[in-house]
């Protein structure tokens, strides 16, 4: 969603040129993560397709029956191997010459609920001319962005979320237009 609303400082206090043409703008996105890519990255099956990247290998685990239970990835330590975001325990490697029966990408990672917005303001020195001073913030409310888990079964970090997006950043402008 993108928004642009001139604020009516103006109708508040006498209109003058401190008062007229401040205007507050963003983008908001709120969405669900990307899919986590379940694999093996070795060649268990036999077919010769040993180093499983994404989308370039046929292993995949074997899945047991049970809830993901997703959890925050706030709460996880990869260190002492405790909290993933999902059940890595329902997660086992294929047999030898078998293909695991995981699908590769059945439920997805850390969704996003992001603000970007800035306030502006546009001072009239001349006819054709006017200074423009912005003040923008990505992030402004400093929500964490997660990237997906690790979704490698062979991998000791398997199942824990090891990446975010920037925090929350801030920049200032002042642009003269003629």
């Known amino acids: 969603m993108s928004y642009n609303y001139r ?16 205007a507050l703008s963003g983008i908001t996105r709120f969405s669900t993560g990307f899919p986590v890519f379940i694999l093996e990255g070795d060649d268990n ?9 994404q989308g370039n290998g046929w292993d995949e685990p074997n899945r047991l ?19 993933p975001y999902f059940t890595t325990s329902l997660f086992t490697p294929e047999a030898v010459g078998q293909l ?4 590769r990408r059945f439920f997805h990672g850390p969704g996003w609920n992001n603000w970007d917005m800035s306030l502006s303001k546009e001072l009239p020195l001349t006819e054709s ?33 090891t990446t975010a997006n920037a925090p929350r950043i801030g920049q200032v402008a ?5």
């Open 174 to 178: 002042m642009k003269f237009i003629w």
């Open 7 to 22: 604020v009516p400082f103006d109708k508040l206090w006498h209109p003058n040129r401190l008062t007229n043409g401040w």
């Open 100 to 103: 695991g029966n995981s699908n």
């Open 45 to 53: 099956s036999l077919t010769g397709s040993g180093g499983g990247g």
């Open 129 to 161: 001319k006017k200074l423009e001073f912005r003040a923008e913030f990505f992030n402004i409310f400093n929500h964490a962005q997660f990237g997906a888990p690790v979704g490698n079964i062979d991998s000791s970090i398997f199942g824990f979320v």
């Open 65 to 83: 029956p049970g809830a993901l239970n997703i959890t925050d990835p706030r709460k996880a330590n990869p260190a002492t191997g405790t909290n």
